[in-house]
Each structure stands twice: as structure tokens, then as C-alpha cells.
């Protein structure tokens, strides 16, 4: 299995320390580590994606992490969203969930191009993610 390690903070940046933060329909918030689509569409990077992409975990191994989120919390998805396309985020949020994306498979890719005469880069992976999640926790 691996996990995602590096995500693209609110300017496009790789960094250990981003997330995501989507309400869902039900009024709760996911705060989630997770890929969402690389397989379909690359995420941009505005800087070299650092290595690795993602970490490889075996059988009978753990893993921790520790970072902060914001607060009041804000949609942070890691493409650009219509209205419509998510549900809203609460002024209020009662309940959050912690998500952590899950590729059984991996095919790492690191792909350079330019837009509008920037370089960009995209890092993807060709495998289907599956994600886990906690139960819903009172904020």
C-alpha cells in the first residue's frame, strides 16, 4: 500500500503539512490526506514535486502524522470547484471526519510542462485510490 504524502498547499506548492478540507452533504467536514482523481487528472504543481510522492507502507507497519488546520475552516480541494459541485461549507461545522487515502498499486510520475510560459509540474499516479475514514467527531 502507499499513502500520499506530498499535497498541494492553497498556491499549488507541494508540502508535507497541506490537507484537504470538504464539507460534505451531511454538514460534515472531511479533513482528508488523499489523492482525489490523480489518476484521471494530474494535480499542478508550481514547484518540482519533492521525492517521494508517496509512502510505501507494508504489512504490519504504522504510520503517524501531526499537522494543524485552520480555523475557521475553509474548502480546500485540490482542484478548482464550481458552486454546485461540492456542498457548502458550514458556517458552523458540528462534525469533522479524518480520511487518509489508500493506493494498493502505484506507477509514480512526475510530468513538466508549460502553461502560459510558466513550467508547471503534475504528479501523478496511475492506480485506483480507496480512502478510510473515522466516524464523524463533534468539533
Do not use: W
Amino acid at each position: 500500500m502507499y499513502l500520499p504524502v506530498f499535497m498541494p498547499d492553497v498556491k499549488g506548492n507541494p508540502t508535507r503539512a497541506s490537507y484537504n478540507t470538504i464539507p460534505r452533504s451531511d454538514g460534515t467536514v472531511e479533513i482528508s490526506k488523499r489523492s482525489i482523481g490523480f489518476d484521471d487528472c494530474p494535480m499542478l504543481l508550481y514547484q518540482a514535486p519533492p521525492s517521494p510522492l508517496f509512502l510505501p507502507l507494508g504489512p504490519e507497519s504504522t504510520f503517524a502524522e501531526t499537522f494543524t488546520v485552520a480555523m475557521p475552516l475553509r474548502t480546500r480541494h485540490p482542484f478548482p470547484v464550481e458552486p454546485g459541485d461540492i456542498a457548502p461549507m458550514p458556517d458552523h461545522p458540528e462534525t469533522v471526519m479524518f480520511c487518509l487515502g489508500i493506493m494498493r498499486s502505484l506507477e509514480p510520475r512526475a510530468i513538466t510542462a508549460t502553461m502560459e510560459g510558466e513550467t508547471v509540474y503534475a504528479a501523478s499516479a496511475v492506480t485506483d485510490e480507496s480512502f478510510e475514514c473515522t466516524d464523524p467527531q463533534p468539533l
